[in-house]
């Protein structure tokens, strides 16, 4: 049986073992923790919102003046929509318009123009994000420039992280196929109005039914399949490569296009909810 003076020296063993054990759960947990830059010179007001990419449950909403950085203490490592607002510079007639003749039933939005930028945020790899302008121009040239092409908004984002650039690349790939359809729809219309100067009607009609069959875009469509795959392949363990064939499939309710990549996810990309949730629908239940 221990003395008190053996006691005591027990129990400050045991304090001098426990209390780092006790505490170190604590002091390595890292906390969700981001530093939004927002840097956008060509105002001084604007607001900010964020949400998360698939729920659309609001994660941030305020009024900025006069500011540039955003400390988020408990922001989701996610895919997140940074959409950013500001008063109007540029209304065309057309918009104008039409927003006069149906503000009773949707009021009167004209006055704020939005860009928005989703990114993927894994605060364990940077804990800094900024979103600024892709390139110089004035602020009714970046409204006008959003109008006459709403594929690419100008929104850059720029942070550190291997999940993050992955997320970036994936959206490169899904602006390009966006640019492509475009150009190949103009080529279509600009043939189309050829054959109708020269008074070809039923070569007309025929690339009327073509355009508005949509058949056009199978191609395209393969080429991006294809990309997004070999993004995939190349990046098995991430789990931004999950949420890549969660968002693929839930866009063209077709899992069997990523059905051979998705099986061989593994480490941390099999370690969330979207993972779970294409198994359980796609693989445990068939």
């Given at each position: 049986?221990?003395?008190?003076?053996?006691?005591?020296?027990?129990?400050?063993?045991?304090?001098?073992?426990?209390?780092?054990?006790?505490?170190?759960?604590?002091?390595?947990?890292?906390?969700?923790?981001i530093e939004l830059t927002i840097n956008l010179?060509?105002?001084?007001?604007?607001?900010?919102?964020?949400?998360?990419?698939?729920?659309?449950?609001?994660?941030?909403?305020?009024?900025?003046?006069?500011?540039?950085?955003?400390?988020?203490?408990?922001?989701?490592?996610?895919?997140?929509?940074?959409n950013v607002f500001w008063r109007r510079s540029?209304?065309?007639?057309?918009?104008?318009?039409?927003?006069?003749?149906?503000?009773?039933?949707?009021?009167?939005?004209?006055?704020?123009?939005?860009?928005?930028?989703?990114?993927?945020?894994?605060?364990?790899?940077?804990?800094?994000?900024?979103?600024?302008?892709?390139?110089?121009?004035?602020?009714?040239?970046?409204?006008?420039?959003?109008?006459?092409?709403?594929?690419?908004?100008?929104?850059?984002?720029?942070?550190?992280?291997?999940?993050?650039?992955?997320?970036?690349?994936?959206?490169?790939?899904?602006?390009?196929?966006?640019?492509?359809?475009?150009?190949?729809?103009?080529?279509?219309?600009?043939?189309?109005?050829?054959?109708?100067?020269?008074?070809?009607?039923?070569?007309?009609?025929?690339?009327?039914?073509?355009?508005?069959?949509?058949?056009?875009?199978?191609?395209?469509?393969?080429?991006?399949?294809?990309?997004?795959?070999?993004?995939?392949?190349?990046?098995?363990?991430?789990?931004?490569?999950?949420?890549?064939?969660?968002?693929?499939?839930?866009?063209?309710?077709?899992?069997?296009?990523?059905?051979?990549?998705?099986?061989?996810?593994?480490?941390?990309?099999?370690?969330?909810?979207?993972?779970?949730?294409?198994?359980?629908?796609?693989?445990?239940?068939?």
């Amino acid at each position: 049986m221990l003395n008190l003076k053996g006691f005591l020296i027990m129990r400050g063993l045991l304090l001098y073992i426990l209390i780092p054990i006790l505490i170190l759960p604590f002091s390595c947990k890292k906390s969700n923790r981001i530093e939004l830059t927002i840097n956008l010179p060509l105002v001084d007001t604007f607001r900010v919102e964020i949400y998360q990419a698939v729920t659309g449950e609001k994660l941030y909403n305020a009024m900025l003046v006069n500011k540039r950085k955003i400390v988020l203490d408990t922001i989701i490592d996610d895919a997140v929509s940074i959409n950013v607002f500001w008063r109007r510079s540029y209304v065309p007639h057309s918009i104008y318009k039409g927003l006069r003749k149906h503000e009773e039933t949707f009021g009167d939005f004209s006055d704020e123009f939005m860009m928005q930028k989703e990114v993927y945020i894994n605060t364990k790899q940077s804990g800094d994000l900024e979103i600024s302008l892709k390139d110089s121009l004035s602020q009714e040239e970046v409204e006008q420039r959003y109008y006459n092409n709403p594929v690419d908004n100008n929104l850059i984002a720029e942070s550190k992280g291997k999940d993050f650039n992955l997320f970036e690349i994936y959206s490169h790939l899904l602006l390009q196929n966006e640019k492509v359809k475009r150009q190949k729809l103009s080529d279509l219309k600009a043939q189309q109005y050829e054959w109708l100067n020269s008074g070809n009607l039923s070569e007309v009609k025929k690339m009327d039914s073509l355009i508005n069959s949509n058949t056009w875009q199978t191609s395209i469509q393969a080429e991006l399949k294809e990309q997004i795959n070999r993004l995939i392949e190349a990046n098995l363990n991430s789990p931004v490569s999950t949420y890549i064939v969660f968002r693929e499939v839930y866009n063209s309710d077709s899992f069997t296009d990523y059905k051979n990549s998705f099986l061989r996810l593994f480490g941390e990309a099999t370690k969330n909810k979207y993972y779970r949730m294409l198994d359980r629908k796609y693989i445990e239940n068939q």
